[in-house]
């Protein structure tokens, strides 16, 4: 594969030699696309060896924010991808709505119930999905509905971590490279409160706002009616500031939120998980 920004080190170099080894076994397959670091990575490479016998799939939900899918699109527009837009409603599966630890074992089940129907239509063997190394340590019940719909997982599979695909994605051109990192909508629910549609949206309206305002770290996690609000520490500083933390506020409430906080620990990444004993 030709690299655009600057050669690899052999230890990546061999992962990239491997993940391209074990596509090609492939043949076809069927990819769970979301547009994000990891994905957009595996969709690429799998892209350059397998050419058309590649097809993304990108399901889209309310838990979706718009500029998300516009992403995903955008992505496989410009290097020619075959990009299938999967319809589903995550919403219908009680333990979904009800918001178990386990909420994203039925959401995840449900999309790749439906990639593997897409992939089944244009005779695509195999299904994959991007998870990579350093999702082994969280919790990820996504990761049990993968295993049981046998739905591969080809950057683990290569031994890939995160900063691993943005160092080969940078070397590659990607301009997801140095995207940040980035989970559905439903993840910003404390477990055990109820997901609507409402809700979802609540959250993307005020992640969105937050984006405008330069924050393009940022997570509002839910806990009924009050917002709290992670953005990295050395912006903590600037989101307390009188004029950014008063706009916040006031399109926090217009949003539906009746008490908006600040997150002091900052953002990370499965902050809710704490909550899981």
Not at 62 to 85: D, G, T, Y
Not at 99 to 116: A, L, Q, S, V, W
Not at 164 to 190: E, H, Q
Not at 232 to 258: M, N, Q, T, W
Request: contains cysteine.
């Amino acid at each position: 594969m030709d690299m655009n920004e600057g050669k690899l080190t052999s230890e990546l170099q061999e992962k990239l030699n491997k993940l391209e080894d074990n596509i090609r076994e492939l043949g076809s397959v069927a990819i769970g696309f979301s547009g994000g670091v990891d994905s957009s990575f595996l969709l690429a490479v799998a892209h350059n060896v397998l050419g058309e016998n590649v097809i993304a799939v990108t399901g889209a939900d309310a838990s979706v924010p718009e500029r998300e899918l516009k992403e995903a699109i955008q992505f496989c527009s410009e290097r020619n991808i075959q990009h299938v837009i999967c319809k589903v409603d995550p919403l219908k599966e009680e333990g979904y709505r009800h918001n178990g630890p386990d909420r994203c074992y039925f959401c995840k089940h449900g999309i790749f119930t439906e990639i593997k129907k897409i992939a089944d239509a244009n005779g695509i063997s195999f299904m994959a999905e991007g998870s990579n190394m350093d999702d082994i340590g969280d919790y990820r019940p996504g990761l049990k509905a993968a295993a049981e719909l046998s739905v591969r997982s080809p950057l683990r599979e290569a031994g890939l971590y995160k900063q691993d695909i943005r160092l080969i994605s940078k070397a590659m051109g990607l301009p997801t490279w140095s995207k940040p990192a980035y989970a559905c909508l439903a993840s910003r629910f404390v477990y055990g409160e109820e997901i609507t549609e409402e809700k979802l949206h609540m959250i993307d309206r005020a992640e969105q706002f937050l984006i405008e305002q330069g924050f393009f770290e940022e997570r509002v996690r839910l806990h009924g009616k009050l917002a709290r609000i992670e953005v990295p520490a050395r912006d903590i500083e600037r989101l307390a500031s009188d004029k950014v933390r008063e706009a916040v506020y006031k399109k926090f409430k217009e949003i539906g939120f009746l008490f908006v906080t600040i997150d002091m620990q900052g953002y990370r990444l499965g902050s809710m998980n704490a909550t899981i004993k």
